[in-house]
């Protein structure tokens, strides 16, 4: 490497640090003001430093929010155990070649492409005509429709990590199609399903454009969308916003941590190996 | 054809390679990764315009050492020569020296003839004479009907072709060649090799190789360079190499050979006479002077080891001749391997050319036989 | 001498017909999936394209065939600005975040140098893509603001003398929030597709002469350019879509076709909702069209 090449390569280091700063400084920016004082407003200066916003976020605006919160754990809960579940199936018949299996990556992608509106009016209106009750059913399917797309591709990472000769060891050894599947392929895949189910979860939670038009009973997100575009906004919304981006790190730690140190000590072994 | 590297003469020429360019010459050169010494301080010259082969294991810092000479890599300490230039703070691009890379690294997006292209375009060449450099490297490789092929259109064979050419087009006076044959079925290989070979006699530049196949080492090169642990252990012909190892590592990994540990008997003159476990060597024309009592390592070829079937006391025997019997008689074909043990439970081989039908009489762990070679035949190593 | 006594190869047909039930049952459990995508994600979108022609009434539709709904779009100059507003937006913000993404991901797949770090460093970039997208979009309230931290900072430095207006309530902040919501998309693609490229391709490019330049126009944006086409698919159909940063960052000062939708049904008006959220979708189809071509991902697949 030339000098010229170091010192490019630093200078990306230094703009990395910078997007770094875009993506996260924003929500620094809100944490920050989360711990307004009492007469402090939405932006910079910080009228004193407190508790103040936290406080009344749990006290004050518990109630409003409980029911929101309970309702949107509920789907997010269903949501990833629904997604992971049906990304094994579709991995597993992607990955067997099943006949017709070249198009479930597009069908997948296409659940991805949708706009979240698009996808919300259709639903809306769909359930019009069928004279269904806007609510629970609806919502649960389009988060699903949206987090899909991401545990199977989750589960496609797994699987392609998974030897296959151990599945067929299994039915060399007599092992019927089920029971490899329960016995060795299930227990082998077990975290990789788990991620898939928290990646769900997460996305779920978080998912607004979707949800809006689809439902009369707020979740978390919605209710936020209606406190800021009917009521006068004030920093405790800055202190939900900062609790539900900390729950929200707290899971893609969990998920990512021990995902990223197998890869390392598997690339890494295997690097090691590799040199020369 | 007559285009590739400039300095390519007609074979009648016939000079030796005293003046040709090409000359590499390696001064204490030496690479650490971290606490790992890659290569310790390495001496070596190569002549221009000769087929020299990096011989070693894996890890053994040729790889590394190919890397410095063609400039990926740099060295911590020494100096590297090219016809009487250092070449150290040259960068890769601006030295006279192409590489074909492990596994090649070809362009996977260009084609052949992009290619084979891209090295001229870098160097700024006009269109007109770009095109006509790569048509001719191509019909030289013989792939004039490809150029337009993405490499993953191609087999084993043909992609190496092409990072050949791609080498080539830029008429380097050295060509670094990294592992060129490992991706290659066994047919192919053998082929190629000739192919290499041939290649160079017909460019007349310097090619530097490096494998970890023995066999393919002797086939091809003028100089092997054994190393070990970043270490050269032996220079020499292929025949030198290969009958004549002068340390134990050369001797074992060039494989086939016996390699007895023992003591010095007596010192006769160049004649040694030396004792491993209960069997009496001697050696002749040894090039090192000897102590009696000193241990030393004997290495005897398996291919000089004869056998006659006679039962005899072990005892009975002079130097270089041992009891035994045929373990395992292992057919190969062209040749026939004894596995052998002799009395006091020593493991010998023994190979035997196939048209050689004594063996044919040999029954495993019943015939006794004499295992016997020539004095000539045994190398006695201290390193 | 052709009688060989090798033991019997085991029967083929038992194993195939295994194998046929085994797919049997695959097949069946796949229809699981297949029957939730079709019922929440084809049959609504077919729905909007049908309600789109459909009457509007006071409350709802009525299942009679019209154009009105797209005659009254069409032409209605506010939607069109409306319509082109979205398309600028989503244009500017896919060349913007593949401008300022391409480094990064350049960075860390080609600079970082051990695999550790280079994950480690991926996962923080991509962690707020996990947060609320909502909350993301708040959080740029107190950025852009009269009084916000972009003006405080100008401010200080000297580099303005009075407040910036445009910085919230307006396309620029909106597109600058679009940015930041949306680079992740053009980032991971990206990073994945030069991740793949072998370093030796590189070194053998040194080899022959290439600088940093030729590396990168030659060799990097060719063999990224698979990354590169679907992360501005993505971006694209995201901002097109996009209507929360809109109205939240945007004020009134900003318009997008997802907000108009959202303001059509807010008046109960479904039909002209579906034909506004079915002219979005051509035109997002078609420039997503255009982006294949332009990459060419088809040859390479």
Redo the contacts between chains.
Sequence with gaps: M?A??RW??RL??L??VV??L??????L??AV?SFQGPQGG???PMRGFGFHWWTRLFQVRASELQEAILRSLLVAVETGV?AAA?SV??A??YR?R?PGSSLLLP?VL??L???????G??????W??LNFQPGHL?LL??H??WA?PFAFLVMIAVLNRFDPRVEESARDLGAS??RTFFEIVLPIIWPGILSAALFGF??S??E??RS??VTSDNTL?LQ??AM??VQIIEPD??A??TL??LI??V??AAL?IPT?IG??RR??GR?EAG?? | MAVLAQNERPAEDGVASGGQRGTVVLRGVAKRFGTTTAVDHIDLTIPGGSYVVLLGPSGCGKTTLLRMIGGHEMADAGDILLDGVRLNDVPAAQRDISTVFQHYALFPHKTVAENVEFGLKMRGLPPAEREQRVSEALEFMDLANLRDRLPKQLSGGQQQRVALARALVTQPTVLLLDEPLGDLDRLLQLRMRVELRTLQRRLRISFIHVTHNQEEALAIADQIVVMEDGQIKQVGSPQEVYRRPTNLFTASFMGDNNILAGRVLSVNGDAVEVACDGLRLRANGVPHALTVDQPVHASIRAATVRVRPEATAATDLPPNCVAARATFIEYLGDIVKLHCQTASGLPLIAKLPESDTSWQHIREDETDLVLYWDDADVQLLTA | MSSYSLPEAAPVPAVGRRRLTANLSWALLLSLPLLWLLVFLFVPVLVVLVVSFFQPTLSGFEQSFTLDNYRLLLTSGPFFSTLANTVLSALITTVVTFLAGFWVAYYLALVVPNLRSRFALFIIALAPFFTSFLIRAIAWIPMMGREGVLNSALLSLGIISAPLDFLLFSNFAVRVAMAQLYMLFMISPIFFSLSTIDPAVLEAARDMGARWWNILWEILLPLARPGIVIGAVFVFVLSMGDFATVRLIGGGASTSVGLSIQNFVTFMQFPQAAAAASILVLVTVLGVVLLLRWGSIGEDL
Excluded: C, H, K
């Design positions: 030339s010229r090449g490019f390569d990306l280091g703009y990395f997007i770094l875009f993506l996260y400084g924003p929500i920016v809100m003001l939405m932006t910079f629904i049906f199936v579709i597993f018949a067997r099943l069908i296409l659940a492409m949708t706009p979240g509106i698009l996808l009016l259709g639903m809306s209106l769909w019009r005509i609806a399917g389009v699903v429709v899909l199609e089920s997460t996305l939670l978080n607004f454009e809006v038009l997100p936020l969308w800021l575009t919304l800055y939900l916003g539900t981006i929200t790190f899971i893609v990512f990223v890869q390392f690339l890494g690097a040199e020369e």
